[in-house]
């Protein structure tokens, strides 16, 4: 038997795993945007081994996943990791991680629509400066819209968002190759690359968005873990890829706003800059997306609220607190950040912490301890103000 939970059945008429698939990819950074913030996330000394900083980010994410994949074994529910932690510490348990988690991503929905019109897009398209608290106000909007369509429609849009955004990671990744020489790993050190791979796993942490759908793909956890774990590789290969040039690129280039649309227009010209930027928007927006849903879903399990009135209840403040971030968005950004981010590596630490409960046996502590200590630096990198976005 697939699931604990009754409502983790899925059905025949169930979304394609493709579909799945296609929601886990773009859930994953937005994939464009992880290049974008390797530089921040490496640090300046670490990207100049930004190949191995990459690859050993995604041998410490495998242990999380793992985590992810083994609980759901035995759970596929709307309840997603707050289901998981239900199953190995009881109800009680997943109510608090359940709103901790609600509250992260809660935050994550205005404050990441702020990020995307004033850091990604403006410094991009300066003609767009005048018009920004029209895209502050709009974008919410078309997002609720979206998530108030069949969920197909949604998946689907984000499905070929996700698979623009791993081809151009592959574009920029080729286009920079052809023009610098490759330096997988320049003379590491421990420091430097130890605290780049753990910022660089972190980027991963939303990949565990696809869960809460999980309950409604066709396959149910058989799909969920072969479609979460094809995502991860997928976007960790293009990942790789666009890496391995930034260790050579001039380092004025890493220095910009959005350094990948940057590098782009440096080494081909102002049409891949703008696809890039494009993309990584895109890319962010819908990642929104893709937390809205889960967001909507783990509400609806956490109290039995039909789901189309959870969306609502959610569409009502998420527009609003746009509408406010107009009065001083860059306040609104730095306010928001960290606890949403705090609120998120609690909840993650959570999901390990209580695995042991879940699943007895030694074999399990080494990736108990290593995905422990993922979200525990994530906490570390928010007290000591190193924590990059």
């Given at each position: 038997m697939e699931a604990t939970d009754p409502a983790s059945q899925s059905s025949p008429e169930g979304f394609s795993p493709l579909y799945f698939v296609g929601f886990a990819i773009a859930s994953i950074g937005g994939p464009l945007a992880l290049p974008n913030f390797l530089p921040g996330t490496a640090g300046d000394e670490g990207i100049a081994s930004a190949g191995l900083v990459v690859l050993l980010a995604l041998a410490v994410f495998a242990a999380p996943l793992v985590l992810w994949l083994v609980y759901s074994r035995r759970v596929v529910s709307p309840g997603g990791?707050?289901?998981f932690v239900e199953a190995a510490a009881g109800r009680q348990a997943a109510l608090v991680h359940g709103w901790i988690w609600a509250f992260a991503y809660f935050l994550y929905l205005p404050y990441t629509i702020t990020f995307v019109v004033y850091d990604v897009l403006t410094p991009i398209f300066p003609g767009l400066h005048s018009y920004r608290w029209v895209l502050e106000?709009?974008?919410?909007?078309?997002?609720?819209?979206?998530?108030?369509a069949p969920v197909r429609l949604a998946l689907a849009a984000l499905a070929l968002v996700g698979l623009a955004q791993v081809v151009f990671m592959l574009v920029l990744g080729g286009v920079t190759l052809g023009h610098v020489p490759v330096h997988f790993a320049a003379d590491p050190s421990l420091d430097?690359?130890?605290?780049?791979?753990?910022g660089t796993a972190l980027l991963f942490v939303c990949a565990s968005l696809p869960l809460y759908l999980g309950a409604e793909v066709r396959g149910a956890g058989r799909a969920v873990r072969r479609g979460l774990t094809a995502a991860v590789a997928v976007v960790g290969i293009c990942f790789f890829v666009?890496?391995?040039?930034?260790?050579?690129?001039?380092?004025?280039?890493?220095?910009?706003?959005?350094p990948a649309a940057t590098i782009a227009k440096y080494y081909s010209g102002r049409p891949l800059e703008v696809a890039v930027a494009l993309g990584i928007a895109l890319g962010t927006l819908g990642l929104i997306v893709a937390e809205y849903l889960a967001l909507g879903r783990l509400l609806h399990w956490l109290h039995g609220v039909p789901l189309r009135r959870v969306l609502i209840w959610i569409a009502g403040p998420f527009v609003v607190a746009d509408a406010i971030s107009l009065i001083d968005p860059e306040a609104f950004y730095d306010k928001l950040l960290k606890p949403s981010l705090?609120?998120?590596?609690?909840?993650?630490?959570?999901?390990?912490a209580v695995f042991p409960l879940f699943r007895r046996g030694v074999r399990w502590l080494p990736?108990?301890?290593?995905?422990?200590?993922?979200?525990?630096?994530?906490?570390y990198t928010l007290v000591s103000g190193s924590a990059s976005t």
């Open positions: 990791l707050s289901a106000l709009v974008l919410p909007i078309v997002i609720v819209l979206l998530v108030l430097p690359i130890g605290r780049g791979v753990g666009a890496a391995l040039p930034l260790a050579t690129v001039p380092g004025a280039l890493r220095d910009f706003p959005v705090g609120a998120l590596f609690v909840s993650q630490l959570i999901v390990f990736l108990v301890a290593v995905a422990s200590g993922l979200a525990i630096w994530g906490l």
